[in-house]
């Protein structure tokens, strides 16, 4: 197990240095740079001052060198200076880090809770209404757009109905700054968490259906067990095994989401940074949080991993 | 299992509880205060970092220049500065002496002297508007001298300011300088100034508000400066709300949570069905044009240019798509003097262009890319209209949206054939200077489409430096003239700006206008009544 661990751990690097060349590599072929991107459309700056900013960001170095800087200076746990704001890297993540954490695991709480609520439904009640009706709506929202969704819940809950605010992360001026961060977090996270919860509902569904169709399953019920205790007892727990490994993949489709929900209610995390620092070609800022996002993804694999192993007695990591 | 479902039915019930509580108040009631909620659509940037949307609303609001203007780039105001008298070139500035800082220092002519020399660094060139027009700037730029020898303080509350040559144009050049604080910057290292947390923490000004706090992404928070010089404001504080996306930012105004809001026109009958809410329109002073690459062969020929003019059908466009919300516009200046009445309006003529066409000896084989970088869908749509008309007279086009600074590289690597794009021309006609004259190509410049036409250059440094404004009418008339007839650019049309205005806001009609001017918008004057 341990050699599991480290083997695991280890091939973060490759997988890291990957991704952070594949990062680079699409900022380049984007047109234009940071500074194309800092001057407005109508604005003229003399060939002199251009260069002296060219300098002053390191744009004038060509692309392979400022890669090995960069890397270089990640070697040494420093993520360098976003080229528009100034402002350290690491600090610029840890700053957004709170506000997409509490995003997401309200999503992932939401989606995990819901999905495996209505997946047990559509299992237990085949082809009812019920099933038909969840299995319906599972496929809306997993085809409706995230921005979309989020729009229209706007309208329907902050602008018709007047129950959350549209947007943001919390009001000026707020009495309690616990109740009115939920207040903000309802919207975004409803988006975000409805969007999993049907990917979710189709996985618990099948999965406890080949569960119940089991002979264990058969032997309870014919020991006198009620259909409930059968079910949330004797098939749950072994359905959920192979939903551990979707619930714990989700992480690439969280942030992937948070991206755009973050846009969509000015929520002001990396999701929302991302788009900003993409749009100004701030490549430190955008590697910065690719690579973070990486790392986090390879470990989130390998909790779900050893979580598989503690679930399934049968696994065995060697 | 048990466990499991106790949670998921305690955190339904967190949800379902959380969900029957009121919202949180608009901004507007807290604490019986008066706040204005405003919507901004981008990040606030430093000193260095720049001329985003939002710099100038919030150096309007904090800071002062020496001499504003009304919104309509017509009317100049005293700001900082009471009075003026030029001889020569030399500006004299008269400034008001019961101005303080927001932290009480009192202001003097040295925070103008110390200002005007901190744009004179490279680190402002951003912004796009260097004093490289003020005696002495060569000599700091090439190291030779310290300190601008044409900026001079003769007594606290006197400013002497020489440009090189005599300028028709300083004070709308002088607009682009907010006055920054000496007394809390002269001690920062030049080179580390775009670092330092006066910008985004304790930053300091002379308007009619005080900033208190920002918060990275979310919003500026602004309270009342009880100092200041034009009176106390009626409002307790302003909080700019910073926006990724304009729809958001639409809803938010729907929802309350916001006060006035700029809106698309495509949302003009949505503003009209909400309640209490004033929807009032201001002139962009930018006209939005075909700029047409005169250095494409192809298109080098001044009448194509002309076809493509009358092969767009302004009129429907104008009404049903813009719903008059647009001005046509037959030259690149927005200022009525500047416009002569024998424009040609390239009234709708498809015959005539085609026929120019065939004289220009014009083949119909490439597609051409129309880039816009707008995002709205307003300009998506007029695109698609503008792409059939042309399609008609046999120029082809496909219209590509890009964004600022994929639009900047393919200006200045001359990859482009057209885009739709606009120029701000905010209070003289001299703004255009970079966009139209044969000096100015990419990158250095800003004549995106190598437009060259020598008798456009002597023109446009005549208008420079003459300053009888009677002679000035002439000029840029004439100017107005070549560029009608030779369409350096196909110019459109003017947009106006839709605006909503929540209706118990008051005195804020004058307060909205083009947001890369630093107009004065009267802001203390803006009030929330019941």
Redesign the interface.
Known sequence: MYAFLLRRLLMMIPVAIGVSVLAFLFQEL?????????????????????E??RSRLGLDQPAPIRYLHWMGRVLQGDLGYSL???QSVGRMIL??LGPTALLMAFAL??ST?LG??TGVVSAVRQYSWLDYLLTVSAFFWLSVPGFFMG?LL??IF??WL?????????????ANVW??R???L?LPGISLGLELTAALTRYVRSSLLEVLGADYIRTARAKGLSDVVSV??HG??NALIPVISVIGLRLPALFGGSVVIE????W?GMG??L??AA???DYPVVMGVTLFVSVMVVISTLLTDIAYAVADPRIRYH | ?STR?LV?LG??LV?AT????????A?AS??G?K?LNLAGFA?Y??F????STTTPVTDRLIASTLYSVTRDGNTWVPDLAESYEVEGNVWRFHLRKNVLWHDGTPFTAEDVVFTFNLFAH?LA??????V?YIAGYDEV?SGQAQELSGVRALDDYTVEIETKAPMATFLSEQLHIPIYPKHRLAHIPVDQI??DPFWTESFVGTGPFMWTRY?????I?LTANPHYFRGKPKLDGI?I?????A??AL??Y????VDIVEVDVTNLDFLNSLANTNITFYRTL?VRSLAVNSSYPEFADPRVRQAMAYAINREPLVRSLFRDTVRPAYTMFPQEWAQPADLNTYPYDPQKARQLLAEAGWRDSQVYELVY?YPDQMTANAMVAIQQMLAQVGIRVNPVF?????????I?DNSLPMFY????VPTDPDAAY??ITCG?FP????NSTRYCNEEVDRLMELGRVTTDQQARVGIYQEVSRILNEELHWVYLWEPLQVVAIRSNVVGAENAVGPS?LRFYGGYENIDIVN
């Open positions: 984007s047109p234009g740079d940071a500074l194309d991107a800092m001057i407005p459309p109508d604005v003229a700056v003399a060939d002199a001052d251009l002296y900013w528009t704001s100034h700053n957004r709480l939401l809770v495996i609520a729009m706007i309208y902050a602008v007047a129950w959350v605010p549209p947007f943001g992360y919390s009001s000026p001026g707020a109740l009115d939920l207040h903000h309802l949330l007892k749950l727990p846009t969509v209610f000015q002001p929302n940074m788009v900003n749009r100004s070609r | 299992m479902k998921s955190l339904l949800v959380t969900l029957v509580f009121p919202a949180a108040p901004a807290t604490a205060q706040i990040s940037k430093d260095c970092g720049l001329t490279p060139a951003l912004r796009g508007h260097v490289s730029a775009c670092n918060l990275e992404d979310q919003r928070e909080v709300h910073l926006f990724a996306n729809e958001t809803a938010a729907a929802a309350g949570t930018t970088y890009i964004d600022p600074p994929t639009l900047r590289a393919r200045n794009g606009a120029l701000g970079t966009t100015m990158p250095g410049g800003n890369f």
